[in-house]
């Protein structure tokens, strides 16, 4: 059974930082493209970041270019959100997401994914 499972969310300060991980089970990542998502209250999930399958291309939503970075894990099967310079306005479920994919860029439009984990809170709050 294909399964992600999202890890790291939690209470933070404005300004703080957090590291998010998307650990795969049952399938490799290595052939799939991932992407975070996040859903606050009362909003529409929106599209956050992806990586590409090799992790050479990746993508940003405007409000966290220059904050957040998506990478891939040297283990195998973890691909990572790092998070600094928190606001308000990221608190949310952040959610991450496969497809499997061996060529292109990666997209942030959550109908492209088949794959998704349970979600894991993010607030940031004094």
């Known amino acids: 059974q294909l399964q992600l499972v999202e890890s790291g969310g939690g209470l933070v300060q404005p300004g703080g930082s957090l590291r998010l991980s998307c650990a795969a089970s049952?399938?490799?990542?290595?052939?799939?493209?991932i992407g975070w998502f996040r859903q606050a209250p009362g909003k529409e999930r929106e599209g956050v970041s992806c990586?590409?399958?090799?992790?050479?291309?990746?993508n940003y939503a405007n409000s966290v270019k220059g904050r957040f970075t998506i990478s891939r894990g040297n283990a195998k099967n973890t691909v990572y959100l790092q998070m600094n310079s928190l606001k308000p306005e990221d608190t949310a479920i952040y959610y991450c997401a496969a497809v499997r994919k061996l060529f292109g860029t990666c997209v942030l439009s959550d109908e492209s994914y088949d794959y998704w984990g349970q979600g894991t809170q993010v607030t940031v709050s004094s």
């Open positions: 990586i590409s399958r090799s992790g050479g291309s990746t």
């Open positions: 049952g399938f490799t990542l290595d052939y799939y493209l």
